[in-house]
């Protein structure tokens, strides 16, 4: 229910409010671009309650209407596609005219450069591209028009209707392209115009597959196909743009079509010719101008696509169906961020952005310092899990997703289920303070986790205490007969653990906890993980066989110091090679090679795991935040003895 107070929700049977959200209260509304979700985000309070409610409905747009009717502070989740038309600077005749000027002075850099392929001279006229039957005085008009543009725009052989609107299959590339690439970037110009409607599929041929219909394998053939070769970039770049120019209706749904893939191909990847680049940049801001139609809108958005593309890491893999969707919509991609405690958040996007831009909205979207360091976005298969670099983009990942998904049909449903998640990676002493609530409450499920899938060894001792805080931060304070002390335990240990422990135990402690809160029984419980040297240290699962003294199954913990092996499910360590003494480190698909010593003598250890890369990824991490605290330490001790020296001067 939506009043002019705030959200209500309701019982159907009774009409009993079961939550009220009043408008100041809400910090946000997202309305889920692909599913029927709508995410209402409450305001952080001093009182620890839930923030974040995830309602499903299939009237989610005509919620958020009402919504931003009452509250229009709320209406954050309406883009430039539905907002009212707001200008932000006049347009005047001379901008238009200086912009068409660019334009002109593009192309013809374009056909300077030997670039392009010179037209075929057919002898046909203007009215070859026309899009439809015209009434006579708008064929007279188009017809003087076009004769004008022609008069202006001949060089070097070259007319207007080169770069303009064809409905028509090309006769041959734009560009000058190798033979074996001819063919190619004629079937994806062929591509475009069946995704646009101008050139219709044969549903009779039954040689034409259904799939080849549905729009999102069309773009993702279009894109595909592209992405391949620079030269095919810059080829379908300018089909883009040729499509984009002087259509007739350019409101037409074929007219917006083009665009809505010239969008998503600037948010994707850019011309590698420069001087394709800056033709595709004046032709959109050209059409920007333009904010009468849906076609400068278009315009603007792919703009700005292309701005945030630019100096980014090149992607790797075809846009997902979500991605296609939400860009030719005009919209931000969005995706769930899961945390260790179960919970998850929808956060929107850009689809260039990368990991590390993805997790500042995530820390601002949990409420986590913006100064907070050591955290990561991780892509997790199955029991499989991988920390994304930092340059990495996270619209690549989900297309990977798509299409390992659509490659699995044999693989069982838990190995093909993949999801983000936000966590702690580096545990660097300066990058820890549980002086932040929300960091706390972070690592506290983190290290729970680790500890209930067994990677996190504990004496029997240690095991019954951990169980009691559990217990108290669950249950509170203890009462007699009151609680499920082995439902406790199962989400604090491991079932391996679980066999040699006695409830009993764990009661009696509880007992000893009366009067203890939640945060303090929580900080009680990281005291007590503190206890262990290496609580700060990543585990990963090795073998080994290099030697007999040691067992077969080892693991290898990596942190601040350095890497060390022990015994698998245990504290007791084999070795250490501290940072200073690993010479090299080198990861293959399924083996670790460490190199270490010094130039005088050296060993190698190999172990076998199929996380080396995750491993050296790690270690490399680690090494360079040493390296790079040594020469802050450096500069600082510096600084005061360069001012001593020049007081003495």
Not at 154 to 176: C, D, E, R
Not at 246 to 268: T, Y
Not at 358 to 369: D, M, P, T
Not at 543 to 548: C, E, H, I
């Amino acid at each position: 229910a939506i009043n002019m107070v705030g959200v209500l929700l309701l019982k159907p049977e009774d009409k009993v409010i079961l939550f009220e959200f009043p408008f100041k209260d809400i910090e946000s509304i997202l309305l889920d671009p692909s599913e029927n979700f709508v995410t209402i985000t409450l305001q952080k309070s001093d009182i620890e309650k839930q923030r974040v409610f995830v309602l499903e409905t299939s009237e989610k747009t005509e919620i958020g209407a009402l919504i931003a009717s009452y509250c229009p502070s709320l209406a954050n989740w309406i883009r430039e596609a539905e907002a009212p038309l707001r200008r932000v600077k006049q347009i005047t005749n001379e901008d238009r005219l200086r912009l068409h000027n660019q334009l002109i002075n593009c192309r013809r850099a374009l056909v300077d450069s030997n670039t392009l392929r010179k037209p075929i001279d057919d002898g046909k006229g203007f009215l070859k591209n026309t899009l439809r039957k015209l009434s006579a005085k708008k064929l007279e008009k188009l017809r003087a028009e076009a004769l004008t543009n022609e008069q202006g725009e001949v060089y070097k052989g070259f007319s207007h209707t080169y770069w303009a609107f064809s409905k028509m299959i090309l006769p041959q590339t734009l560009t000058n392209l190798p033979d074996p690439d001819e063919q190619g970037s004629l079937e994806i110009f062929s591509l475009i115009l069946t995704y646009s409607g101008l050139f219709p599929v044969n549903k009779e041929d039954a040689n034409v597959n259904k799939e080849e219909e549905d729009h999102v394998l069309l773009i993702q053939s279009v894109l595909d196909k592209a992405m391949k070769k620079d030269c095919l970039v810059n080829e379908v770049f300018l089909q883009l743009m040729k499509q984009t120019t002087d259509h007739p209706e350019p409101n037409s749904r074929v007219n917006l079509r083009h665009w809505s893939l010239l969008a998503l191909a600037c948010s994707i990847i850019l011309p590698v010719d420069k001087i394709v680049r800056k033709y595709l940049l004046a032709h959109l801001k050209k059409c920007s101008a333009d904010f009468v139609t849906e076609e400068g809108k278009y315009a603007r958005f792919a703009e700005r696509c292309f701005q945030k593309t630019l100096g980014t890491r090149r992607r790797q893999w075809p846009p997902s169906k979500q991605e296609i969707m939400c860009t030719i919509n005009r919209r931000p991609i969005y995706a769930r961020f899961h945390f260790m405690d179960g919970q998850f958040h929808a956060v929107e996007f850009d689809p260039s952005a990368t990991a590390q831009e993805v997790l500042k909205l995530v820390k601002a979207k949990i409420g986590l310092r913006d100064t907070a360091e050591g955290y990561a976005i991780y892509e997790v298969l199955g029991q499989q899990e991988r920390s994304l670099l930092n340059d990495e983009k996270v619209a690549d990942v989900m297309s990977k997703w798509e299409k390992y998904r659509a490659a699995g049909g044999t693989l069982s449903r838990q190995s093909r289920h993949h999801m983000f998640l936000f966590k702690k990676h580096l545990f660097l002493d300066e990058y820890i303070n549980l002086n932040d609530p929300v960091e706390k409450e972070l690592l506290y499920y983190q290290v729970l986790c680790d500890l209930r899938s067994d990677r996190f060894p504990v004496t029997d001792m240690e095991a019954v205490m951990l169980c009691a805080l559990r217990a108290q931060i669950e249950l509170g304070d203890y009462t007699s007969g009151v609680g499920d002390y082995r439902q406790v335990m199962s989400h604090c240990l491991p079932p391996r653990l679980l066999v040699n422990l006695q409830k009993e135990h764990v009661s009696m402690h509880h007992q000893s906890l009366l009067g203890l809160n939640v945060e303090e029984a929580k900080q009680s419980f990281l005291n007590l993980i503190q206890c262990w040297p290496l609580h700060k240290a990543t585990l990963f699962d090795v073998t080994q066989s290099f030697t007999s003294n040691w067992p077969k199954s080892l693991w290898m913990a990596v942190d601040q110091r350095g890497v060390h092996l022990l015994e698998a499910r245990t504290r007791n360590v084999l070795t250490t090679y501290e940072y200073e003494s690993i010479m090299d480190y080198t990861p293959s698909l399924n083996h670790m090679l460490i190199i270490t010593g010094t130039d005088k003598k050296q060993s190698k250890i190999i172990v076998n795991t199929n996380q080396a890369f995750q491993m050296s990824n790690l270690i490399r991490e680690y090494m360079e935040k040493i390296v790079e605290g040594r020469e802050r330490a450096k500069s600082i001790q510096n600084g005061p003895d360069m001012m001593g020296v020049m007081a003495t001067d």
